[in-house]
């Protein structure tokens, strides 16, 4: 096990070195000069020479990487451009609140959708399967944004059960806080529940076809305890699989969400640091992003042999 652990880590390094010298190339082809944003189009050339040998944009793109990659591994992720703040604290302050609304959305959509999708498999050509995976599909096809935009129009403006837009954190009025997430928690709960119900689906047929489950039914059990001792724990490995990318992927920043309903989480943080030309926000922001992928698959590819015992980990 203490390899297996060692091994993903070693291999994690590469991976987040070559991401973060991606974010910081691309980063640099933005149309746009934040020394320019700041001081104005009809600024001299002493002070746009001043702004930038102290925002360290003078230097060769080089050491500028290499700069930013140091201080980066010393928790430094430099200030921001417009604002001035501290660029780490900033991305965690963004990420506490997207974390909630994550965490709580991807929660309820997995206690929906994974008995839903196992249902539907054990009922395979029936009514309810045809009407699971038509329901399914559709969810998945609907755009989040669109989806927000109904929502808001109907139990926002129609109805006048929620509020429109806004978010007030649950930890200072937790009854004020769960109504300004409802919609968004619902939006993000549909989306995903689309996803995961039709790889609960596949990977329960394809457990179901094996010749342990046969010869389980063969012994006498019922199809209650095939499924809880024999199917459940088999099917749910691939799922867990893609309930790790879908964690990481909300985690790294809901931004279409958090736009349309004026959260201000991560996502929305990566949208304003694009429109203010804010280098350091957003390599900070995408970094975060690549490591919060790295740690989540390595705690799914951790939690994998729990569910499939089939897979090795020396």
């Given amino acids: 096990m203490t390899r297996f652990v060692l091994s993903r880590l070693v291999s994690a390094i590469p991976t987040l070195f070559l991401v973060s010298l991606a974010v910081f190339t691309l980063i640099r ?3 746009g000069d934040p020394v320019s944003l700041m001081l104005g189009d009809n600024v001299d050339d002493a002070a746009y020479a001043a702004m930038s040998q102290e925002l360290g944009l003078d230097r060769p793109i080089a050491v500028q990487f290499l700069m930013w990659l140091q201080g980066a591994f010393q928790g430094d992720l430099g200030r921001s451009i417009t604002t001035g703040e501290a660029v780490l604290p900033l991305v965690l302050q963004r990420f506490a609140i997207t974390a909630q609304l994550v965490l709580v959305a991807v929660g309820l959509a997995t206690v929906l959708a994974v008995p839903l999708g196992m249902l539907a498999a054990w009922r395979q050509n029936s009514a309810f399967d045809l009407g699971v995976v038509v329901g399914a599909t559709a969810l998945m096809s609907i755009p989040t944004f669109w989806m927000g935009l109904m929502l808001l129009l109907l ?27 409802v919609m968004p928690v619902a939006v993000l709960v549909l989306h995903e529940c689309g996803i995961l119900v039709r790889m609960s689906r596949a990977s329960t047929l394809d457990v179901l076809r094996l010749d342990y489950v046969t010869h389980a039914r063969a012994k006498g059990l019922t199809e209650g305890q095939v499924l809880r001792r024999h199917v459940f724990r088999n099917a749910f490995g691939p799922t867990s699989t893609l309930l790790g990318l879908i964690l990481g992927n909300l985690l790294g920043g809901v931004a279409v969400v958090e736009t349309v309903f004026t959260i201000p989480g991560l996502g929305r943080l990566i949208v304003e640091s694009i429109y203010g030309r804010d280098y350091p926000v957003l390599q900070g922001c995408l970094l ?6 790295v740690v989540v698959n390595l705690i799914v590819d951790l939690c994998y042999p729990l569910f499939d015992p089939r897979v090795k980990t020396t």
Avoid: Q, R
């Fill in 29 to 31: 082809l933005i149309p």
């Fill in 155 to 181: 139990f926002g403006l129609n109805l006048g059960w929620l509020p429109v837009l806004g978010y007030v954190s649950p930890f200072e009025d937790f009854g004020a806080g769960v109504l300004y997430l």
């Fill in 288 to 293: 975060f992003v690549a490591v919060t992928y």
